[in-house]
């Protein structure tokens, strides 16, 4: 069985507080085999952490959490960025035109940002993109008191079952995960076409500590500080180059949504 966590937030979303080698080494210590790291409208740290992960055992997939007119959206197996701030159905059908699909991420909450039931049913009865629309997070990890109608309507919804931390801090890559018959990021994609994924959720209560975790760290990302792989091969926070923090301030900047 493999264990995939298909929702990660790197430093190339603002708020986010670890580097996409941190994530990778940390996602290999845990035994995960697939990961997904999914920016905020960016796919940059995705296509790091495929170039990584094969030195540390793992596979990770190109993606990431698109901003939609509606809401946000996982995309996996992409090639691109779709365009950002579509509607959710042009933004699915970008997806599925350059082979990729999608994954509702904490969808049915009050939350802004997610996406609400008469958008996922409306698609899903959409031709046009067709099965494109493959996963819903069950469990997000980030959004656990609010996961209860998910929970409830995926029973009826000709879609995988996932579980995702939604990870913005290092301890949480691989609390809780998805398993899946296989190991490879193609058994995985086959495992989300056929429904046989099943969620593993985070066992104890990530409120409110996980927020007091996450507000420590991001604090220390504001002086330029993050969670790195250090030259020992530790993981640890470290202060970033500025070269780097340019670099990233650059790849973050006009896409904070
Ligand atoms: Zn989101
Ligand atoms: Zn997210």
């Not at 994924?197 to 409110?208: A, D, E, M, R, S």
């Given at each position: 069985?493999?264990?995939?966590?298909?929702?990660?937030?790197?430093?190339?979303?603002?708020?986010?507080?670890?580097?996409?080698?941190?994530?990778?080494?940390?996602?290999?210590?845990?035994?995960?085999?697939?990961?997904?790291?999914?920016?905020?409208?960016?796919?940059?740290?995705?296509?790091?952490?495929?170039?990584?992960?094969?030195?540390?055992?793992?596979?990770?997939?190109?993606?990431?959490?698109?901003?939609?007119?509606?809401?946000?959206?996982?995309?996996?197996?992409?090639r691109?960025?779709?365009?950002?701030?579509?509607?959710?159905?042009?933004?699915?059908?970008?997806?599925?035109?350059?082979?990729?699909?999608?994954?509702?991420?904490?969808?049915?909450?009050?939350?802004?940002?997610?996406?609400?039931?008469?958008?996922?049913?409306?698609?899903?009865?959409?031709?046009?993109?067709?099965?494109?629309?493959?996963?819903?997070?069950?469990?997000?990890?980030?959004?656990?008191?609010?996961?209860?109608?998910?929970?409830?309507?995926?029973?009826?919804?000709?879609l995988?079952?996932?579980?995702?931390?939604?990870?913005?801090?290092?301890?949480?890559?691989?609390?809780?995960?998805?398993?899946?018959p296989?190991s490879?990021?193609?058994?995985?994609?086959?495992?989300?076409?056929s429904?046989?994924?099943?969620?593993?959720?985070?066992?104890?209560?990530?409120?409110?500590?996980?927020?007091?975790?996450?507000?420590?760290?991001?604090?220390?990302?504001?002086?330029?500080?993050?969670?790195?792989?250090?030259?020992?091969?530790?993981?640890?926070?470290?202060?970033?180059?500025?070269?780097?923090?340019?670099?990233?301030?650059?790849?973050?900047?006009?896409?904070?949504?």
């Open positions: 069985m493999g264990k995939a966590d298909l929702h990660i937030h790197s430093l190339y979303s603002y708020d986010s507080t670890m580097t996409v080698e941190a994530i990778v080494k940390k996602a290999a210590d845990v035994g995960l085999s697939v990961i997904a790291i999914t920016d905020h409208d960016q796919i940059r740290g995705s296509l790091e952490a495929c170039e990584l992960a094969p030195r540390y055992g793992i596979e990770a997939v190109p993606a990431a959490e698109v901003t939609t007119q509606e809401g946000h959206l996982l995309a996996l197996f992409i691109e960025l779709p365009p950002v701030g579509a509607s959710l159905a042009d933004t699915l059908f970008s997806i599925g035109r350059q082979g990729g699909i999608a994954i509702l991420p904490h969808p049915f909450t009050s939350l802004p940002n997610s996406l609400r039931q008469e958008s996922v049913f409306s698609v899903l009865a959409n031709t046009r993109v067709k099965g494109v629309l493959r996963g819903i997070e069950t469990h997000n990890m980030s959004t656990q008191a609010r996961n209860q109608t998910a929970q409830k309507l995926s029973i009826y919804l000709p995988a079952r996932i579980a995702s931390s939604d990870a913005h801090v290092i301890w949480a890559v691989g609390a809780t995960w998805t398993k899946f296989g490879t990021a193609q058994d995985l994609r086959q495992a989300l076409d429904n046989l994924t099943v969620p593993v959720p985070y066992g104890q209560n990530f409120l409110p500590w996980g927020i007091v975790s996450w507000l420590r760290y991001f604090f220390l990302r504001k002086f330029g500080y993050a969670v790195d792989v250090q030259a020992s091969r530790q993981i640890d926070t470290q202060r970033l180059s500025d070269e780097y923090l340019r670099s990233i301030r650059e790849q973050v900047r006009s896409k904070k949504r």
